[in-house]
Every structure is written in C-alpha cells, then in structure tokens.
C-alpha cells in the first residue's frame, strides 16, 4: 500500500458514480485522502451527502450530486452542476441482486425472461457509455484524463446464474479497450478494475449470522478471504494518477487470485 498519497492526486477533479455506498465510497475516500476534490454521485442525494461529511470531516474536499447514470437528461444535469472533471470512476453498477433482497433471479439464462435483461445491460453497460460520453471531450481538450471502470470476474470468467450480468461487464471491457485505443495519444487513460466476490451489503449481512459463511464461500480464492470495500482502492488511486501515464486498455483483477490475468 502507499505510505503516503497526501498529494498523490493533488489539484485534481474526480468523479465516482455510485459512490454514496460500498466500493465506490471506498475509493472516493481513498482519492480524496491522495488529494482529489471529490464529486460523490449516487442515485440517494442523502447518501452521498453522508460521505462527504465524512470526507469534509478528514480534511478533504466533497460536492454531493444525485443523478441517475442510466438517463442522458440526469447525466446531462450531473455534467452541468460539476463542471469538467479531470478524473472518471464508473463503478455505478449491480450485480446478481439475490444476496441484496433485490427483484433479480438467481436462476439459469434459459429461465430469464427478456424484460429482466435490460435493467441489468442498462446500468452496467449503458450507463458507462452515458457519463464517459458526457465527459470525455472535455479531457480530450484538456490533454489529460484518466477513465477508470468497475467491473466483474464474472465478465472475465463467466459465471452460473449470472449470464447477462457478465455480458454486460464484458462488454464494459471492451469499450473501455477500444476507447483507450482511440484516445490514448491524447492524454487520456482508460482501465479496467475487475472485481471477485464483494464481503459488502446483504453478503455481509449473511456472513455475521453465519459464522462459516465466509469460509464456505471463499474455498476458490488463494488468499482464503472474500474481497472487502476498500480492496481496490488503493490500484484506483494509482491508475488515475500522473504515475499510470503508460498503462491503458487493461483490466486489472482484484480478486484474490480467483481468476488469473493470464
């Protein structure tokens, strides 16, 4: 880990949509505590006003700012209210929602019916096209940009019971290759962050009233744990920095060794 990021990513604006929870409020904290003015997006104005408290309370700099990444017009209103951003986490997404409560099945692809395809394609795929469209040109013009995506083993692996949830983290990967094939030349960077099994949510919910929970569930990761919220973080720092010039179009797993790069 890096000892001291005080100014790692000092003077820079940065953007991290979903971040009013779980990993993405993770690595808005860890980019604010480098240096970053944070703008917090989530979907909930309350929640995301709660980390910038939290970051304002550390000494940092946050703006809050609802908005939902799915609908162009809200992206729109998100753009005018930050301004140009110098920084671009795309982590607003969800998963396989059963753990969650949610209305997502866990079930075989030939059990889904069509209608719960779209939700899924629309917040992990299309709502990445929405805001990176939105604030890509004015990086290009600037010279400098660093556009970092959240996304899934299960898109890198392909998983039982979450096919369309992988297709659309898959795809995520290959938009962000072919963007950063087209503007690396000017200045901006594009990558990947994928990520095993999340310790977070209803998952952790399950593992305090199941003491063996963790243990069963974590069999096929290396280092004998599931992932916790702030794992990615710190290589998020580092790939949004002056330090990653040279490191685009890659996907980078943090997975405890679940599924190899290679």
Known sequence: MIRDWSNFIGGRAALVTGSGAGVGRAIALHMARAGAELWINDLDLGRAEQVVAEIEAEGGTAHPVAADVCDPASVHDMVATTGPID?????????VLAWSGGDTRLVSFAETDPHE???VMRVNLTGVLHVTHSYLPDMLERG???????VSDSGRRGERFQVVYGAAKAAAMGFSRGLAAEVGRQGVTVNCISLGTMMHGRLAEMAETD???????????????????DDPAPLAVLLCSDAAEWVTGQVYPVDGGYVQAL
């Open 87 to 95: 920084i671009l986490v795309n982590n607003a997404g969800s998963g």
């Open 117 to 119: 395809w779209e939700p």
């Open 211 to 229: 003491p063996d929970f963790e243990a069963k569930r974590a069999k096929a990761y290396p280092v004998g744990r599931l992932g916790r919220v």
């Open 144 to 150: 400098w940009g660093r556009i970092l995506t959240i």
